[in-house]
């Protein structure tokens, strides 16, 4: 049985909600994707204990996206959820296990023609909490132009790593980045302290979003 199934949602939520570091481990399956997400220890960019298993569900009309104590379980702590059918807007909301609304992840198209540009809002009309786009302009220009391309070796440079830089009222407070040298794809959320206040399910849920969701 996986550790994490072994603690309370109380107490997963408590370590979430206490810690500024996480590793978010995508794992190999042929129909769908998923993730592993665990707190690393100090300095870290290994896996820690795992805490939550997350399950893209495929083929599914609306974006399902859910957050689990146990792999081999359907009940889940938090999930993403498209607004609508076949989500063209980039607009998705992160849903407590009840339904009720922890906020929204949304995709700003206009600002992502170069890079990739994301916000995130909490509940309600309060307005972005953050925001998020590519720290590279070179490398998302390259990821792009090599999409375009179609096949041969000039296309594999869209799977270049990606990262991430948040920004709250102009503040940087946090960094999302892929761990170099892994042949799974790994990432690395760091918060600062201008994070705080900051639902950490909705933060985590983003950050599996700009992996699962970065090119929809």
């Known amino acids: 049985m996986p550790v994490s199934a072994t603690r309370s949602p109380e107490d997963v939520l408590a370590a979430i909600e206490s810690s500024d570091r996480f590793v978010i481990q995508q794992l190999f399956r042929p129909i769908a994707n998923e993730y592993r997400i665990s ?3 100090s300095g870290s960019s290994d896996e820690g204990e795992p805490l939550l298993f997350v399950k893209q569900k495929k083929m599914k009309i609306k974006e399902d996206i859910r957050f689990r104590l ?3 379980r359907d009940e889940h702590l938090f999930m993403i959820k498209s607004k609508s059918v076949f989500e063209f807007a980039g ?3 992160v849903l407590a296990a009840d339904g009720s ?3 929204l992840l949304e995709k700003s198209f206009g600002k992502s023609l170069l890079r990739s540009h994301w916000r995130v809002s909490g509940p309600g009309d309060a307005g972005p909490l953050c925001e998020a786009q590519e720290k590279s302009l070179t490398v998302a220009i390259v990821r792009r132009a ?3 391309v179609g096949d041969g070796l000039l296309a594999l440079l869209q799977w270049l790593p990606f990262g991430f830089v948040l920004h709250r009222d ?3 407070i946090g960094r999302y980045n892929r761990v170099l040298g892994q042949f799974r794809d790994r990432y690395v959320l760091e918060l600062d302290p201008g994070a705080a206040g900051i639902d950490r399910r909705l933060l985590l849920a983003f950050a599996v979003a700009l992996d699962a969701l970065q090119d929809r």
């Open 39 to 41: 707190v690393p220890a």
């Open 70 to 72: 146990d792999p081999e």
């Open 91 to 93: 607009r998705h909301d």
């Open 101 to 103: 609304s922890i906020g």
């Open 146 to 148: 090599a999409g375009l």
């Open 170 to 172: 102009g503040e940087e």
